[in-house]
T-cell receptor
């Protein structure tokens, strides 16, 4: 089975600072990769995804992520944090057979004014 | 397109009572998932349907949880009898068939068991 590791269950950044949320996966075959954001009392919303092609993918709200096969990583970044970015972020992996998804345990992002 | 619809949004019951949640996926999405999300944790898959057939229910506590997806569209998840540890958010998600198709989530049902 796949596993997804998100380093740092809580990350705090100052408003305007770089956001870096880490995600590593275990797979011998590159899977499909996703980042989701969850605001309080809401479901998960897709931020971005990697399937094939360009390894740097851009998503909504200024976020982007880079797929690095050699490091089995898919870290999420944003150059300048905004107060509205405060939320829970989940990395997810989809197997390339069976439509199964595996989620990390999440990273709670706090933005300090 | 209309998103994934779930109801109710909130439910409070006493332990040993029963409860049911409803989900209507995005039109045309063949795959439907129920996840349990305990506070501070990531979503945990309970059951996955492909059309009206079960693909994976290995983590569904079958002694108390049941789910069905009649006609391959709407789905219901039932808990009977509920335990205190069932307090969580129950998320429904759907996806189109095909690798790389993302999950689309509903807003969830927050269940509190007292």
């Amino acid at each position: 089975a796949q596993s997804v590791t998100q380093l740092g269950s809580h990350v705090s950044v100052s408003e305007g600072a770089l956001v870096l949320l880490r995600c590593n996966y275990s797979s011998s075959v590159p899977p499909y990769l996703f980042w989701y954001v969850q605001y309080p009392n809401q479901g998960l919303q897709l931020l971005l995804k990697y399937t094939t092609g360009a390894t740097l993918v851009k998503g909504i709200n200024g976020f982007e992520a880079e797929f690095k096969k050699s490091e089995t990583s898919f870290h999420l970044t944003k150059p300048s944090a905004h107060m509205s970015d405060a939320a829970e972020y989940f990395c997810a992996v989809q197997t390339n057979t069976g439509n199964q998804f595996y989620f990390g345990t999440g990273t709670s992002l706090t933005v300090i004014p | 397109e209309a998103g994934v619809a779930q109801s109710p949004r909130y439910k409070i019951i006493e332990k040993r009572q029963s409860v049911a949640f409803w989900c209507n996926p995005i039109s045309g999405h063949a795959t439907l998932y129920w996840y349990q999300q305990i506070l501070g944790q990531g979503p945990k898959l309970l059951i996955q349907f492909q059309n009206n057939g079960v693909v994976d229910d290995s983590q569904l506590p079958k002694d108390r949880f049941s789910a069905e997806r009649l006609k391959g569209v709407d789905s219901t998840l039932k808990i009977q009898p509920a335990k205190l540890e069932d307090s969580a958010v129950y998320l429904c998600a759907s996806a189109a068939t095909g690798g790389g198709s993302p999950l689309h989530f509903g807003n969830g049902t927050r269940l509190t068991v007292t």
